[in-house]
């Protein structure tokens, strides 16, 4: 283990500091806090307090208690009254079962993707119990997706190309005599719906709405599969089909292992892609990833595997909480790399807005490339 430097302990510190107030923060979250400190400079108080919204990830309506914990601590303003459990740090369990404190996760240094990470952490989850605000969602998608004609034919009476081939055998069976030409047209059927649903740490707050969102999806159209992305690729789709979405959810929770673990999008779209069954799913489907597209390490995986499965897809769309602030731009390496094979870049920072835009797959668009040079 690698002990942390003088510097670095008061970040870590704070980290633990939100832990006492009630605050869940993983140790992953610490060292992304850590670590993107180092990037900024950092030039202000200010970019740390930043740093620390983005990687530590407080729920919005606890903002302004985290902005007066972070005063009482770095600036000792104010005194604030402790009211949850106890001061221990966050157990992980690791990949080989063992539970470990957050604060002794080896420290690596990498170099591209703040708050995301290649250590692979298995959890379990629960879901809230709630009612769906996706009803609208459920009625609209089947109309609202892309379209494309079957490779089968059907039997029509008009309004088609001649059947050649029945009309011959009738010839045969009636001796010539064709009272009425047989015709044939490929009707036009929905288009593959692939999700694709990040569920690394730095995505814990969205992935309850991902996944409402997508069992919503599953209930609503008859061609949608389901993925969760982690530091292990599982399909959900099966579980999903479960009318009630408490039960669906629960299903899920059981059956994935790596929720808010670590960050692998590119090993394990590789992963999805070399399983000739699943990468059949992507082939002329919409594609939607949900993802704040943050990947560890050398990039170069997942630029790859984006543009194999954009190669397959109608449409590859790439769907990030992190476009909810208005001063956001595709400006690490990773997101720079995948841009130019992705046709859509687009706000998925709430169930509102996220589930608009899958309202609109069907309909043109400019790329995204296209789409960030006009707002650069």
């Known amino acids: 283990m690698t002990s942390l430097p003088r510097g670095a302990r008061p970040f870590a510190d704070f980290a633990r500091h939100l832990r006492r107030f009630g605050f869940a923060v993983a140790g992953e979250q610490a060292i992304a806090f850590m670590q993107s400190v180092t990037l900024l400079g950092p030039r202000s108080m200010e970019d740390i307090r930043q740093a620390a919204l983005a990687t530590l990830g407080p729920p919005h309506d606890r903002i302004a208690e985290f902005d007066a914990l972070f005063r009482s601590f770095f600036y000792g303003e104010a005194t604030v009254t402790v009211d949850?459990?106890?001061?221990?740090?966050?157990?992980?369990?690791?990949?080989?079962?063992?539970?470990?404190?957050?604060?002794?996760?080896?420290?690596?240094?990498?170099?591209?993707?703040?708050?995301?990470?290649?250590?692979?952490?298995?959890?379990?989850?629960?879901?809230?119990?709630?009612?769906?605000?996706?009803?609208?969602?459920?009625?609209?998608?089947?109309?609202?997706?892309?379209?494309?004609?079957?490779?089968?034919?059907?039997?029509?009476?008009?309004?088609?190309?001649?059947?050649?081939?029945?009309?011959?055998?009738?010839?045969?069976r009636a001796d010539g005599d064709v009272p009425a030409p047989p015709f044939r047209r490929r009707p036009t059927i929905s288009r593959k719906l692939l999700i694709l649903i990040d569920i690394s740490g730095s995505m814990k707050l969205h992935t309850?709405?991902?996944?409402?969102?997508?069992?919503?999806?599953?209930?609503?159209?008859?061609?949608?599969?389901?993925?969760?992305?982690?530091?292990?690729?599982?399909?959900?789709?099966?579980?999903?089909?479960?009318?009630?979405?408490?039960?669906?959810?629960?299903?899920?929770a059981a059956l994935v292992e790596d929720w808010d673990g670590g960050t692998r999008i590119g090993p394990t779209l590789s992963a999805f892609l070399s399983v000739p069954r699943f990468a059949a799913f992507a082939r002329g489907a919409a594609i939607v990833m949900l993802s704040d597209g943050l990947e560890r390490g050398d990039h170069a995986e997942l630029e790859t595997a984006i543009r194999r499965l954009g190669a397959r897809a109608f449409r590859l769309s790439l769907a990030t909480p992190l476009a909810g602030d208005p001063r956001f731009a595709p400006r690490t390496a990773a997101l720079k790399a995948i841009l130019p094979h992705l046709d859509d870049l687009v706000d998925g920072s709430s169930l509102p807005r996220l589930s608009q835009f899958m309202l609109t797959l069907a309909r043109p668009a400019p790329s995204a490339e296209a789409v960030w040079k006009r707002r650069a």
């Open 84 to 172: 949850a459990e106890s001061d221990e740090d966050t157990e992980i369990k690791d990949d080989n079962g063992v539970e470990r404190e957050g604060e002794q996760l080896e420290l690596q240094q990498e170099h591209s993707g703040e708050s995301a990470s290649p250590l692979e952490q298995l959890g379990r989850r629960t879901f809230l119990n709630e009612e769906s605000p996706l009803v609208a969602f459920r009625r609209e998608l089947p109309s609202a997706l892309p379209q494309r004609r079957s490779f089968r034919p059907v039997r029509t009476r008009s309004r088609g190309s001649l059947d050649l081939r029945r009309a011959l055998r009738a010839i045969v």
């Open 208 to 252: 309850d709405d991902y996944l409402k969102l997508a069992h919503a999806a599953v209930q609503a159209a008859d061609r949608v599969e389901v993925f969760t992305l982690g530091t292990r690729l599982t399909r959900i789709t099966r579980d999903l089909r479960v009318r009630d979405c408490a039960g669906s959810l629960e299903r899920v």
